[in-house]
């Protein structure tokens, strides 16, 4: 995609105001504290910064700020979403572990390596037992959230992100942001898990 181009646009109004357009997408950025309203099929601006009465903010930030609906100041770390946006939009494959198509497990596996050095094991299943259970009340973000997808066991999972929000590698759409609240992810929710963050060390595999 073509870079975004970015202007300040009515400098009449007392808020700082820009329009960030693609080639069939356009939303308004009212100030950093304030909710964007956006078309939910922008999926990738580029690497650029704008300025707000807040501060910074990156083309990352609007980007997750669409995705998951939430305000700025209410994302997940930067450096998690930095570590999910290579990802965006792979195509899934059963056992896959790379850009040219990854798997579920493998997916979380590898987001959560980069992100915190943190080695998960290989198969949802294993993902599911080796951590500490989350009361579904208690769910924070970056806590794995397994479902039911086939048979009577766990089958697939995903990285909470807020707001009811959670992004995985989908068998039928690649890598995506979806709500734990659809019927279809909530009448096979199993549980959450936490991993514990620690130092950055080994491949993204037990």
């Known amino acids: 995609m073509d870079p975004l181009p970015i202007r300040q646009d009515d400098k009449k109004d007392q808020q700082p105001r820009w329009t960030l357009k693609s ?7 009212v100030a950093a504290d304030e909710k964007i309203a956006a078309p939910p099929s922008l999926s990738n601006p580029t690497s650029t910064t704008i ?34 946006d290579p990802w965006m939009g792979v195509r899934y494959r059963n056992g896959g572990t790379s850009s040219q198509g990854i798997d579920c ?16 094991p290989r198969t949802c299943r294993e993902q599911y037992q080796q951590y500490p259970s989350v009361n579904k009340d208690e769910i924070q973000i970056g806590d794995l959230l397994f479902f039911r997808t086939r048979g009577r066991s766990v089958s697939h999972v995903g990285i909470y992100l807020g707001n009811n929000k959670f992004v995985h590698a989908s068998s039928s759409n690649g890598v995506m942001v979806s709500s734990k609240s659809e019927p279809y992810f909530s009448s096979r929710f199993v549980g959450a898990r936490r991993v514990p963050i620690g130092p950055a060390t080994g491949s993204a595999f037990e």
């Open 23 to 29: 080639s069939s997408n356009s939303f308004e950025v």
């Open 51 to 84: 300025f707000s009465k807040e501060g910074e903010v990156s083309s990352l930030q609007l980007k997750f700020s669409v995705l998951l609906e939430q305000e700025l100041t209410s994302l997940p770390d930067s450096k998690l979403l930095a570590a999910i």
């Open 105 to 120: 497990s493998a997916f979380t596996a590898s987001v959560l390596s980069t992100y915190a050095g943190i080695r998960l």
